[in-house]
């Protein structure tokens, strides 16, 4: 299993910005889908954004047209940079690797790794 770190959460007021930023530890990282889910108080997690192993992306239609994702593989990292915030998208946001390399899917089941969760907090 790859170990993932997050990092990049805080607070930041309606309409500000953030960049998430997700390590991920193996050497076979671009064989992976990675994605981004989050998770209010009270509520089920969610996918946010993927990022394909076959480079494509897709997203939630809460965040689509603010939020983007993108990833380095040469440097095994992924991002998500979230524009426009609202204070609905307050939550925990979780980076995860795929199951198995080579696949895809935007539920909690096809995601096998995740990371330890980094709190994004839009308040005035």
């Known amino acids: 299993q790859m170990q993932l770190v997050e990092s990049g959460g805080g607070l930041v007021q309606p309409g500000g910005s953030l960049r998430l930023s997700c390590a991920a530890s193996?050497?076979?990282?671009?064989?992976?889908?990675m994605a981004w889910f989050r998770q209010a108080p009270g509520r089920e997690r969610e996918f946010v954004a993927d990022y394909t192993w076959s480079s494509s992306t897709s997203y939630a239609e809460s965040v689509k047209g603010r939020f983007t994702i993108s990833r380095e593989n040469e440097k095994n990292m992924v991002y998500l940079q979230m524009d426009s915030l609202k204070p609905e998208d307050t939550a925990v946001y979780y980076c995860?690797?795929?199951?198995?390399?080579?696949?895809?899917?935007?539920?909690?089941?096809?995601?096998?790794?995740w990371g330890q969760g980094t709190q994004v907090t839009v308040s005035s």
């Open positions: 995860a690797e795929a199951a198995r390399p080579w696949s895809s899917g935007t539920d909690v089941g096809s995601f096998g790794s």
């Open positions: 193996t050497r076979t990282f671009s064989r992976y889908s």
